[in-house]
């Protein structure tokens, strides 16, 4: 049972976290998955995680009218997610609560520094399947060993120069796909049961209340000085998340 203290601060996260999707178009994972991890472990928080962000990404999957072009582009992607959650659920029962928070610090810094530093990426054409499959894979390992899902996929997705619509809507199928495949292993985990269903519901609603405030206050801040922030702050996060695993 979740105490009322836990569900308090889940709403809390994730009003913040909406907030951040709103103003920036990103960060509801990785930033919700940080934060829980800061009192629970990875695999509670990415059960939590489960329904705000299939629900958020569904809808962002679905607006966009790219939807079959992007299925037909992409699905070398998607498949390597699927096959990689899967092959990396072992890792996810096998791995200690301690070695999970590591990889999840570890995976918001790698995030955080990528974002900071703006490094281009461009995907050749020709090698665009091959590519996306061996990313896909990469995904899934990393999804279920850590919860976050944006690496390597965000980058490889932005390295195809996609228009910025067909790439959110890109970043939402993929993001779904992420989401299924990863609740199929916390399933297999023994981590996603009935227990977080609450805290779950609760953490839509939160996550949703923040996206209308973020959509609220976008005009008042310039999202090139929130989005620095945003990464920096990932980047304390993941550092004290990896320090604190290793001290």
Partial sequence: MTSASVLIAIAAIFVL??????VIGMGLPTVAI?????????????AILIVPSLVTNIWQAAVGGHFRELIGRLWPLFAGIVIGTTAGALTLVHSGGTAATLWLGLALIAYA????????????PRHEGSIGFVCGIATGVV????????????????????????????LGIAFTFSTVALAAALQHAGEFQFGVLWPSLIAL??????MRLGQTVLGRIRPETFRLCFFIGLLLLGAHLALRAVL
């Fill in 143 to 170: 999804t279920v060993a850590t919860g976050v899902f944006v690496i390597p996929m965000v980058p490889y997705v932005n390295g195809l120069h996609m228009e910025r619509r067909k790439l959110v809507q890109a």
């Fill in 113 to 124: 520094l990528l974002g900071l530093i703006r490094i281009e990426f461009k995907v050749p």
């Fill in 17 to 22: 976290v909406g907030l951040v999707k709103g």
């Fill in 34 to 46: 940080g934060l829980l991890g800061l009192m629970m472990t990875p695999a509670r928080a990415a």
């Fill in 205 to 210: 609603v939160a996550a949703l209340i923040g």
